[in-house]
């Protein structure tokens, strides 16, 4: 959990205003990320980030800055498939970092907005092209992580992962939907994530085989192990977190990222 606040379309002498805002309101999701407070400020958009460190706890604080210095990023999740797609991508000259999320990045300067479409994980953020003053923000596809927009007289577009940052400084709030993306060029959120099963007329009958449902719940549960600290896992006592435990047990003995050769905590 890390939290973020930015501000975009700023104008004017709101710009210099602004980073103070961003600071003040930033504090209010102090409690999302006590590892780092981090900010970026350019002439028309501020980013703050709260960090919980989670996976390159050394070098993985944001905002992170692409290569060339033109994007900037602030995310609050974990991206599963991060070695997959820095393996894709290639040079190690693409990334300063080993954190997940810094794969963003170089997806964005390739694919555009649609690079959300090639994310598997949960997340929310907001990035930035400087050079452009573009910005594009996205959740994802189920609204695992929170994120919320506002709008504030003077114009400019508030983005937060808690309400509490926006209330007192936006005309109007909203919860940003899942399973969207929205650029600076868009007029509302754009749906990237679409399946059958939305429409439940649409979904044909069919036995569903227990040997699938242990395969894709084990796969989840076995992703969501990445992490360079200690974890845990909460039991309510059901079946459900019960299952969970058990399977993250018969995984907890090795490191995900090490495509479980290496030891784990």
Same mark, same amino acid.
């Given at each position: 959990?890390?939290?973020?606040?930015?501000?975009?379309?700023? +104008?004017?002498?709101?710009?210099? *205003?602004?980073?103070?805002?961003? @600071?003040?309101?930033?504090?209010?999701?102090? $409690? %999302?990320? !006590?590892?780092?407070?981090?900010?970026?400020?350019? =002439?028309?958009? #501020?980013?703050? $980030?709260?960090?919980?460190?989670?996976?390159?706890?050394?070098?993985?604080?944001? !905002?992170?800055?692409?290569?060339?210095?033109? @994007? #900037?990023?602030? /995310?609050?999740?974990?991206?599963?498939?991060?070695?997959?797609?820095?393996?894709?991508?290639?040079?190690?000259?693409?990334?300063?970092?080993?954190?997940?999320?810094?794969?963003?990045? !170089?997806?964005?300067?390739?694919?555009? *907005?649609?690079?959300?479409? %090639?994310?598997?994980?949960?997340?929310?953020?907001?990035?930035?092209?400087?050079?452009? &003053?573009?910005?594009?923000?996205?959740?994802?596809?189920?609204?695992?992580?929170?994120?919320? #927009?506002?709008?504030? +007289?003077?114009?400019?577009?508030?983005?937060?992962?808690?309400?509490?940052?926006?209330?007192?400084?936006?005309?109007?709030?909203?919860?940003?939907?899942?399973?969207?993306?929205?650029?600076?060029?868009?007029? &509302?959120? #754009?749906?990237?994530?679409?399946?059958?099963?939305?429409?439940? =007329? *649409?979904?044909?009958?069919?036995? /569903?085989?227990?040997?699938?449902?242990?395969?894709?719940?084990?796969?989840? /549960?076995?992703?969501?192990?990445?992490?360079?600290? !200690?974890?845990?896992?909460?039991?309510?006592?059901?079946?459900?977190?019960? /299952?969970?435990?058990?399977? *993250?047990?018969?995984?907890?003995? +090795?490191?995900?990222? &090490?495509?479980?050769?290496?030891?784990?905590?």
């Amino acid at each position: 959990m890390c939290g973020i606040f930015c501000l975009f379309d700023l +104008k004017g002498e709101a710009a210099p *205003a602004a980073r103070e805002v961003a @600071l003040k309101q930033a504090r209010l999701l102090r $409690h %999302r990320g !006590p590892d780092w407070s981090g900010l970026w400020a350019g =002439d028309r958009a #501020v980013m703050a $980030h709260e960090r919980l460190a989670i996976v390159d706890i050394l070098h993985g604080a944001q !905002p992170l800055r692409s290569t060339d210095g033109r @994007l #900037v990023l602030a /995310v609050n999740g974990e991206i599963y498939n991060h070695l997959e797609l820095r393996g894709e991508i290639g040079t190690r000259d693409a990334f300063q970092t080993d954190s997940d999320c810094e794969v963003i990045l !170089p997806l964005y300067a390739r694919e555009g *907005a649609r690079l959300v479409e %090639r994310l598997r994980g949960m997340f929310a953020f907001a990035l930035y092209d400087a050079a452009k &003053s573009e910005w594009l923000i996205a959740r994802d596809p189920i609204g695992i992580i929170p994120l919320y #927009v506002g709008w504030r +007289k003077d114009g400019s577009l508030a983005v937060a992962s808690e309400l509490k940052a926006l209330v007192s400084i936006c005309e109007r709030v909203e919860e940003f939907p899942p399973g969207h993306y929205q650029t600076s060029k868009d007029a &509302s959120p #754009v749906r990237y994530y679409t399946r059958d099963w939305f429409d439940v =007329d *649409a979904v044909p009958d069919r036995k /569903v085989e227990p040997r699938e449902i242990r395969e894709a719940l084990s796969d989840a /549960v076995h992703s969501h192990l990445m992490t360079d600290v !200690p974890y845990g896992v909460l039991l309510s006592g059901g079946l459900d977190s019960s /299952v969970i435990g058990a399977l *993250a047990a018969g995984f907890a003995g +090795k490191r995900v990222e &090490s495509g479980d050769k290496d030891a784990a905590w």
